[in-house]
C-alpha cells in the first residue's frame, strides 16, 4: 500500500500558525537555460509556504548527493533540489528508505522524473505543492541491489550510446558522431532474460491480447536477439522519450525489448515518441515484473538511469514504495 501523507484543511493550526518547516534547498546552477539559477525567487516562493529553506549550490565542490546525505544526518525533514533529473537522482538515491522527503523544483532540459509525479515545470507552482506538504511513496529501481534508478535502465544498444548522448546534450555536439559510428556498428545479440512469474503473468497488455500457449503459462524466461532491453520504472527518460507505460508507484518494472528492430526503425521509433508522446510500436514485446534477470553469451553494457554500471549478467528489481516525494 503506497503511504500518502496529506494535511488536514480543517485542523485547527492553518499555515500562518504552525512552525515553518525546515529544508534544505539544494541548487545545481548549470541545470536547464536558467542564468543566473533563480535562487532568490526560490527562496521567497518557499518561505512564502511556510518552509524555512536553507540553500546550498553544487558548485561549492559538493555533489547533490553528498548535501542530501548531510541533511539526513542532520535529521532535516526535507530536502528540495532545483535542478534536472541528474541533479534529483543524485540527491533522492540518499533518501531512498529515510524520513527525509524529497521536493522536486525542476530546472533542467528534460524533468523526466517531475513529468512523471506531474509535478509542475514553474517555479512557483512547484514551490506550492511542495509547501502544500503532501507526499506519495515512489518506487525505485536498482541494478544487482546496489545502483539506484528513478527513470530506466537498460542493456545493449542504449546503454552504449547514453553516455554520448548525455555529451551531446551538454554542448559537445562533435560527439553526435561517435555515436553514430556507434550505432551504425552496432549490432544485436542473444539475451535470456527471466522474470520472478511466468512468461505469461509477466506478459503486457498488448500482447496479453494473443494466445500465450502452454510453455509460456509455465515457463519463466525468453530469449531474443535484441538490438537493446529497456527497464522502465517512470515514463520518461532520456529526451523526453515516453519509453514505457509505466508508472512510479505501481510496484513493477516494464521491460521493453526491441528483438524485430534494425537501426532505421529504432531511429523512426525514438522520434515518434519524443516530447512525451505516447507512440509504442507493435514490434516492441513488453513485460511486468518487479525483478528480472538479464543474461548473455557477450558483455552486453547496462545502464542506470545514464550511467554505466557494468554489463551482463545483471538483475533488476523494483524497491516499493522507497521514497517520498512531494506531489500535487
Known sequence: ????????????????????????????????????????DIE??????????????????????DIARQAVANHV???????????????????VHKECALGIIPLGTFNNIARGLSVPQEI??????????????????????????FEAAGVGLEAELFPVGEEIKSGRWLRLFDALRLAFRYRARHVTIEFDRTVAAARAQQLARRP?????????????KALMTNIAN?????????VAPARLDDGVLTISVYHDFNKL????????????????SPRIEQYRAASVRITSSGA????????PVGTVPATFSVVRAALRVCVP
Open 300 to 307: 552486453l553494457p547496462v545502464h542506470a538511469d545514464g550511467d
Open 212 to 224: 500465450a500457449g502452454r510453455r509460456a503459462r509455465t515457463k519463466r524466461y525468453i530469449r531474443r
Open 265 to 280: 526503425d529504432l531511429l523512426r521509433h525514438f522520434r515518434s515518441i519524443r516530447g512525451g508522446r505516447r507512440r509504442y
Open 77 to 95: 525533514p526535507l530536502v528540495i533540489v532545483a535542478g534536472g533529473d541528474g541533479t534529483v537522482s543524485q540527491a533522492g538515491r540518499e533518501l
Open 234 to 242: 517512470g515514463p520518461y527518460y532520456g529526451s523526453n522519450f515516453a
Open 44 to 65: 521567497q516562493q518557499l518561505i512564502g509556504h511556510g518552509i524555512t529553506p536553507h540553500v546550498v549550490v553544487t558548485d561549492t565542490g559538493r555533489d547533490a548527493g
Open 124 to 149: 512557483d507552482s512547484a514551490c506550492a505543492v511542495i509547501g502544500r506538504g503532501r507526499l506519495r511513496a515512489i518506487d525505485v529501481g536498482v541494478v544487482n541491489a546496489s545502483h539506484y534508478f
Open 1 to 40: 500500500m503506497n503511504r500518502v501523507v496529506r494535511h488536514d484543511r480543517n485542523a485547527p493550526s492553518n499555515r500562518t500558525q504552525r512552525e515553518p518547516r525546515e529544508a534544505v534547498v539544494i541548487v545545481n546552477p548549470v541545470s536547464g537555460d536558467h542564468d543566473p539559477p533563480p535562487v532568490d
